[in-house]
């Protein structure tokens, strides 16, 4: 069992719907987590952290947090065809440096 | 806003020859991460250094090393490289523990 898990999908959602992504995790220890989009062949570049349980908004995208179920969650509003991507999960143990990755779910936003 | 710097972005190289590969942090991060991915795999931490000091250590092989100088670049050392060595090596630099942003990363293609 990894680490974090996620749903590799694909995932897909008609345009303007809201799109849901899933994450859990099994280190109990982890504090800080973060979802990454990435595009075929590029970098994964940083959407949200979130470190505490709870939601947290920043434009169209909302990450839901869970300590207690050992669960992140991604919302994105309004769905664009520019979203459609892979999106990955990532976990830091308090203390450590490196993220650990879920396997990514791949969104395909439908016009 | 600058970004992480890389290079080269695409490298080819054979069976037992060595490679190196170069990171520039975004200015005034003084932390330096290194991470691989394969075709269809998530990013899989390798090494990271702070403040020019290693300070976390992931699966990376005997083959390879790693350095951050005084002026917070980084470089990878890859030795008698294999097939399996072919994937996407991302940097990625942060202000202390906090969130990680990645540089573009390089192609290395052994052959």
């Known amino acids: 069992q990894k680490e974090v898990e996620q749903n590799s999908g694909p995932l897909s959602v008609p345009e303007g719907a809201i799109a849901s992504l899933n994450c859990t995790y099994s280190d109990r220890g982890s504090q800080s987590f973060f979802w990454y989009r990435q595009y075929s062949g590029k970098s994964p570049e940083l959407i949200m952290s979130?470190?505490?349980?709870g939601d947290k908004e920043d434009g169209r995208f909302t990450a839901q947090l869970n300590k207690a179920s050992q669960y992140v969650s991604l919302l994105i509003r309004d769905s664009q065809p520019s979203d459609s991507a892979t999106y990955l999960c990532?976990?830091?143990?308090?203390?450590?440096?490196?993220?650990?990755f879920g396997q990514g779910t791949r969104l395909t936003i439908n016009p | 806003a600058a970004g992480v710097i890389q290079s080269p972005r695409h490298l080819i190289k054979e069976k037992r020859e060595t490679a190196t590969l170069k990171c520039y942090p975004i200015p005034r991060h003084d932390t330096v991460y290194w991470y691989q991915q394969g075709p269809g795999q998530d990013p899989q931490f390798l090494i990271s250094f702070y403040e020019k000091m290693q300070s976390d250590k992931g699966s990376i092989p005997d083959r390879f090393s790693a350095q951050q100088f005084s002026d917070y670049h980084s470089e990878l050392n890859m030795s008698s490289l294999e097939l399996g060595d072919s994937a996407l090596y991302f940097c990625?630099?942060?202000?202390?523990?906090?969130?990680?942003?990645f540089g573009p990363g390089t192609r290395l293609t052994v052959t």
């Open positions: 990532a976990v830091k143990r308090s203390g450590a440096q490196k993220l650990v």
């Open positions: 990625a630099s942060s202000l202390g523990v906090d969130e990680q942003y």
């Open positions: 979130i470190y505490s349980n």
